[in-house]
């Protein structure tokens, strides 16, 4: 290799190295400042055994889970209890958040994704989601946005999303993506209580009472005895199949949900002064006086009192619940609906 030769490939390895220099200076430029967050818990310090309450706040409700020495209640519900799994499941799910995406955010973008604090009387605000300490204080908190799809969809309110856009309050500028659709985050207390309801289980006696004053009322003398209706007039039959399913549907009650304090206040929000009347006894001799209000969308508003001394039963009690129209139906049927039809063709 002579002189000439050597200069000229120093010069060259100079030349490349310099380059492929100015490629990875150029090529760190273009990176995100916050690209070391990529799949990093986006609530680094949240922990389970820390979390105290939950507030989830939305432009017209909020909605505070509390706990407490016997479980989850619902604070704007006069400490309804709230469904344990799901408090759970809620909590485990923001610790394990990932961030999956992280881009700078502008005021114009931040309203667009409806990532604006709510509170402010706007209508991009989003879902604001506190995770309070025994303190009261602030854990750690979230603002959720708009879905995420990896698809179109028609119908984006009601389609089941592939992520949402999140937003630390600390940092407004930074948008970040999350794989889960945090479908669990509302202020809807329907989709936090404890549904199960209280039950009226072998049924001995059951009537049923309607405002006007008309009524009617079976009753048998034991678990696979014959149903007999009181005061049953002359050709007048029972149909034994309606009378089963009246009886029966007070043991399937489930909850859609639980009334505020202002409507158990006043019985004229609920229908609850003027009511339908059950009044039901088991066979085990427990008795059950039950209310039935105004219909609200397809729920009943309902309150009862037992002799039952069951502890969900009696807390159950303290409450305007509302219970789904289709448990109903078969009980509240009219006298003549639960008798058989005469054939007309006979006299």
């Known amino acids: 290799m002579n002189a000439r030769f050597a200069a000229i490939l120093v ?4 030349v490349l190295g310099g380059g492929a220099l100015l490629l990875q200076q150029q090529e760190t430029a273009r990176r995100p400042s916050n690209v070391g967050e990529l799949g990093q ?9 820390d979390v105290a309450a939950i507030r989830i706040v939305e432009p017209k409700a909020t909605l ?15 400490a309804f209890p709230a469904d344990l799994a799901k408090v759970r499941e809620f909590v485990l799910k923001a610790i394990e958040l990932k961030v999956g995406q ?9 309203a667009r994704l409806n990532l604006d604090e709510p509170g402010k009387k706007n209508e991009t605000a989003g879902t604001l989601v506190e995770f309070l300490g025994q303190d009261g204080k602030a854990l750690a908190k979230v603002i959720i946005g708009k879905k995420f799809f990896k698809r179109e969809v028609d119908s984006p309110e009601k389609a089941p999303a592939d992520g949402r856009f999140v937003m630390r309050p600390e940092d407004a500028a930074t948008v970040f993506l999350v794989s889960d659709p945090l479908s669990q985050a509302n202020a809807r207390s329907a989709d936090w209580i404890d549904r199960s309801s209280f039950k009226v289980e072998k049924v001995k006696s059951l009537g049923v009472r309607y405002p006007g004053g008309d009524g009617w009322r079976i009753e048998r003398a034991a678990d696979n005895a014959d149903w007999k209706l009181a005061g049953a007039k002359a050709g007048e039959k029972l149909e034994i199949t309606k009378a089963n399913a009246a009886s029966y549907s007070l ?4 909850l859609a949900d639980v009334a505020p304090k202002a409507v158990k206040e006043d019985g004229k929000m609920s229908g609850l002064d003027k009511p339908i009347l059950i009044n039901a006894t088991t066979l085990a001799g427990v008795s059950y006086a039950i209310k039935v209000g105004r219909l ?13 001394d069951q502890p969900r039963e009696k807390l159950l009690s303290r409450h305007v619940l509302l219970v789904p129209k289709s448990k109903l139906e078969d009980t509240l049927k009219p006298r003549a609906e639960l008798l058989e039809k005469r054939d007309r063709g006979k006299k």
Do not use: M
């Not at 043991?251 to 489930?254: P, T, W």
């Not at 508003?301 to 037992?306: D, R």
């Open 11 to 14: 010069v060259l390895l100079t």
């Open 41 to 49: 818990r986006l609530l680094k310090d949240l922990k389970a055994a």
């Open 64 to 78: 505070t889970l509390q706990r407490r020495d016997d479980g989850w209640v619902i604070a704007e519900r006069d």
């Open 102 to 110: 992280s881009e700078p955010i502008g005021d114009k973008d931040r």
């Open 251 to 254: 043991g399937l009650l489930e």
């Open 296 to 308: 609200e969308q397809d729920n009943y508003y309902v309150g009862f009192s037992t002799s039952a």
